[in-house]
């Protein structure tokens, strides 16, 4: 990872303006960054420059995943990601621990290979886009499929030489089973042979025959020979016979090594001294296919350009000469074979992550996989996979974590760009030890939130996390945006889940100044059900107790209902300013027929409203207010009807007293 900054691109923006201007940018979230004029100052005046010209450019990486189809396998590949995690390899044995690796990883490689299907069907099908736009999003499928069916050849090969492996270490078997599913150009001509007429006449007869035998696919081989005229003369007979005896090692011949190996020699032997006799002599063909079997380097270098890659000659010429080698031996035969195609100097990078998987050099792979692939998928997830098979030990890199948590920080920031995958990419991030909660905080802090859906689930991911700040921030975020589209409701409950005080009373401060416009609340059922969050703020508090009032004078408990009313402008919770409206609301109760009321009561709401009139005279900002407000004209009503229940109390608690 370290040599990563080696292969950096240049991206070349073409806007004068940060030509001439200079440049500035802002990160944002995941793999992108937006790029504007301004490290050096920009004209003013009436130009226009600044209006008109003045660009953003959108600059997004590591996309690769975020297209249809790769979005499927991102999808898919995280269920088996995650019931990884949850493996406890330490309670295993060997080989029940590499059976549970093994079941993994094939079915990472079944979707990989699931999603490289669709790509050749989207191929097949067309692209149904119109003006140009088809070609390009054909050659970009192209390319996707190019590129997972490398990963999924390289994945299999991985999985051969670090996850499948066994005690025997032998692994040829299994290394030609991956030739076959690489390279299909003996079955195509094989097809085309056994459809013609004369088969033996078809120009790719002897090709065919070649391409089966070099992959070690005998059988067939030995059924396209059978289809030639002359198969029943001595020299095929001789060479169906050599092939037929061919020994080869499965679990189910119950040989031990050792004893293959001696039989393997014994077999060789004969088809050596059958080559040294002259034996096929009168027959070129017959005598390439013997010379193949017993392993003659001279005819594996001129067949070489049928095989097409050094890797597929190294296992071709191993399985003739030395099939009972283990995967540590592989390095050692890979020269000769490197060579006969031009050199180390020769190799592509393709080639060289190959060197190194035969090396059994698994660091060099994944860090040259990771500088090669434009996809963070496949080493991300191979390394995780060989880190729970005990296969690798990841390395600790300079800032502290080690190169498995380094890729999936990486994997998982990929995604988080996308508007769907950042789920996705916080369930990676999840399994990262050191860096994963702070990456997680990072990026919830700052994911865009469109809607209230959308807030809901980085809320409670967030609580899932313990990341009491972030929550508060998200929680004013969204009470804000409510707040600017006039939803007080909406605002008030993003507020409250922030236990953000002052801008709860500054919510229900709007609240009262909306019932004293229009005489209603909105979001009833929201003050209704306040609760203990009433205790946020006085204003919170009062708007509660405000609502209380409302009910129990709905409800016609007159005397509750002054009785709070009066509380709430004794204890001075109420604002100074709603005050009129409070003591306009009181008129009912002293107008009633029954007084409810006491002189006692009666006394401290005229002297709230004595403290009202001095307040007005006092404080301009309130007289300002109140004298908007059409319940200020009527104070002298409010007193008279004061004077009234004041006058109506004395009698009627005196008429009591003398009774008593």
């Not at 189809?69 to 088996?80: A, D, F």
């Not at 029943?232 to 031990?256: A, C, H, N, Q």
């Not at 050199?343 to 994944?366: C, K, Y």
């Not at 990929?414 to 905080?441: D, F, N, R, T």
Request: hydrophobic content about 40%; some cysteine.
């Amino acid at each position: 990872m370290e040599e990563q900054h080696e292969n950096c691109k240049l991206l070349v923006i073409p806007d004068p303006v940060i030509d001439e201007f200079g440049c500035k940018a802002v990160w944002g979230l995941g793999n992108q960054i937006f790029l504007y004029a301004g490290s050096r100052p920009l004209p003013d005046g009436p130009s226009g420059l600044l209006t008109d010209n003045v660009l953003i450019h959108h600059v997004k990486w590591d996309t690769e995943m975020h297209r249809p189809i790769p979005r499927k396998l991102v999808s898919e590949s995280r269920g088996t990601f995650m019931n990884l995690q949850k493996q406890k390899p330490q309670d295993d044995s060997a080989i029940t621990k590499r059976n549970h690796m093994l079941k993994f990883s094939r079915e990472y490689r079944s979707i990989i290979k699931a999603a490289s299907k669709e790509l050749h069907q989207s191929l097949v099908q067309g692209v149904s886009l119109h003006d140009g736009e088809s070609e390009c999003r054909r050659e970009e499928i192209v390319a996707q499929l190019e590129m997972f069916e490398m990963i999924e050849l390289l994945w299999s090969l991985c999985e051969i030489l670090f996850i499948d492996f066994v005690s025997e270490g032998l692994v040829l078997k299994q290394l030609l089973d991956w030739l076959r599913l690489r390279f299909c150009d003996g079955d195509h001509k094989a097809q085309e042979v056994v459809k013609s007429q004369l088969a033996e006449g078809h120009s790719d007869y002897w090709d065919a025959v070649y391409s089966l035998l070099l992959q070690g696919r005998i059988e067939e081989t030995r059924h396209l020979l059978s289809l030639h005229s002359n198969f029943k003369s001595e020299l095929f007979t001789f060479v169906d016979i050599l092939l037929r005896k061919m020994p080869l090692f499965t679990s189910m011949t119950g040989l031990s090594v050792a004893e293959f190996e001696m039989k393997w020699h014994q077999w060789q032997d004969e088809c050596t001294r059958l080559m040294e006799d002259g034996t096929f002599a009168s027959d070129n063909n017959l005598s390439v296919i013997c010379r193949i079997l017993a392993g003659d380097d001279r005819i594996f270098l001129s067949l070489k350009d049928m095989l097409g890659t050094w890797y597929c000659l190294l296992i071709s010429r191993l399985f003739y000469q030395k099939p009972y080698i283990k995967a540590m031996e592989l390095f050692f035969h890979s020269q000769f074979c490197i060579e006969a195609f031009g050199g180390m100097s020769s190799l592509t990078p393709w080639d060289q992550i190959i060197l190194a998987a035969v090396e059994l050099n698994i660091h060099r792979v994944i860090r040259d996989c990771s500088s090669w692939f434009s996809s963070w998928w496949f080493v991300s997830h191979l390394t995780d996979l060989l880190y729970h098979r005990g296969t690798l030990e990841p390395r600790t890199l300079n800032f502290g974590s080690d190169s498995r948590e380094f890729l999936l920080l990486e994997y998982a920031t990929s995604l988080m760009s996308h508007h769907s995958l950042w789920q996705v990419g916080i369930q990676y991030l999840e399994h990262c030890p050191v860096y994963g909660k702070h990456y997680i905080a990072q990026f919830l802090e700052h994911i865009p939130l469109e809607t209230e859906r959308k807030a809901q689930k980085v809320l409670k991911l967030c609580e899932k996390y313990n990341l009491i700040e972030q929550a508060k921030s998200i929680c004013k975020v969204m009470a804000m945006k409510a707040l600017h589209n006039k939803r007080l409701g909406s605002a008030l409950s993003w507020s409250l889940k922030s236990k953000n005080s002052s801008f709860s009373a500054f919510i229900a401060d709007k609240f009262l100044s909306e019932y004293t416009n229009a005489g209603t609340f909105s979001s009833l059922d929201l003050i209704d059900n306040l609760g203990s969050s009433m205790v946020l703020s006085t204003k919170l508090t009062f708007l509660g107790k405000y609502r209380e009032f409302h009910r129990l004078y709905g409800s016609k408990d007159f005397k509750k209902a002054a009785e709070l009313l009066l509380s709430l402008l004794s204890a001075r919770i109420a604002p100074k300013r709603f005050w009129p409206t409070l003591l306009h609301d009181a008129i009912p109760l002293l107008e009633a027929e029954m007084v409810i009321f006491s002189s006692e009561q009666t006394y401290e709401l005229l002297h709230c409203l004595e403290e009202l009139d001095m307040s007005k005279t006092l404080d301009q900002t309130l007289s300002r207010q109140i004298s908007t407000n059409d319940l200020g004209e009527n104070l002298d009503v409010i007193r008279l009807a004061l004077a009234r229940n004041l006058a109506r109390a004395i009698v009627e608690e005196g008429t009591l007293n003398s009774s008593l």
